[in-house]
């Protein structure tokens, strides 16, 4: 049992599940810079005394992005947007936080049949990542509002990243550069596709949408 990735894997189920029970999407994107911020450390954590410079350099940028530069995206978007703030879910509260207490079981359930590569870090660490993953994915479909779609994208994101943790420790700078980098661009171009949405049609309700015309 190593404590320091053990607690921080259990605060990422933890906002993974403050998510799903979450109203405000202002809270949603709070919730989801802290969960950034826990995946940076996360490498952190993992590499313990043989810390070096490049893997400090990563987690550092991995906060910086996930946890303030997202996070002020999306809030500007939020801002700019004169629509509601409430998240708008297509399926209730208590049934999202049932959905991750499946989705937590079911990961647990997969580690166990998959037979992966034994985890060096933790034994929770492919769960959680599962969990996140199936979180993200059901964020996406089941809410309402752009904002918080590309939560559920980011939070699929950090569950990727955190299973890659977990089977390969050491991935190469330039791969984790660039998956952040498609990550900024992603994050972007949606606060760009959120604006011009309000702009035209005074909502980032996706669902609305579906109702167009061609």
């Known amino acids: 049992m190593n404590l320091p990735i053990d607690t921080i894997l259990v605060l990422l189920i933890l906002t993974s599940f403050l998510l799903l029970g979450s109203s405000r999407l202002a809270t949603c994107i709070s919730i ?8 940076g450390l996360l490498p952190l954590a993992v590499s313990g005394a043989g810390l070096t410079v490049r893997v400090a350099a990563i987690a550092a940028v991995i906060m ?11 809030s500007r978007a939020l801002r700019e947007s004169d629509t509601s703030r409430e998240v708008q879910p297509f399926v209730g509260y208590a049934a999202s936080l049932f959905v991750g207490v499946l989705s937590l079981l079911a990961s647990f359930w997969l580690d166990h049949k998959l037979k992966l590569p034994v985890h060096a870090t933790s034994d929770l660490v492919v769960p959680v990542a599962f969990t996140m993953m199936m979180t993200g994915l059901f964020l996406i479909v089941a809410r309402r ?52 949405i309000n702009r035209e049609f005074d909502h980032i309700d996706s669902d609305r949408l579906n109702t167009l015309k061609g």
């Open 145 to 196: 509002t752009a904002v918080n779609q590309v939560i559920g994208y980011l939070v699929l994101e950090n569950g990727i990243y955190t299973f890659g943790l977990a089977i390969v420790r050491d991935i190469p700078v330039l791969i984790e550069l660039g998956v952040l980098m498609d990550m900024f661009v992603a994050v972007f171009v949606m606060g760009i596709a959120i604006y011009r």
């Open 64 to 74: 910086a992005l996930k946890g303030f530069v997202f996070p002020y995206l999306l």
């Open 32 to 39: 989801g810079a802290l969960q950034g911020i826990m995946v």
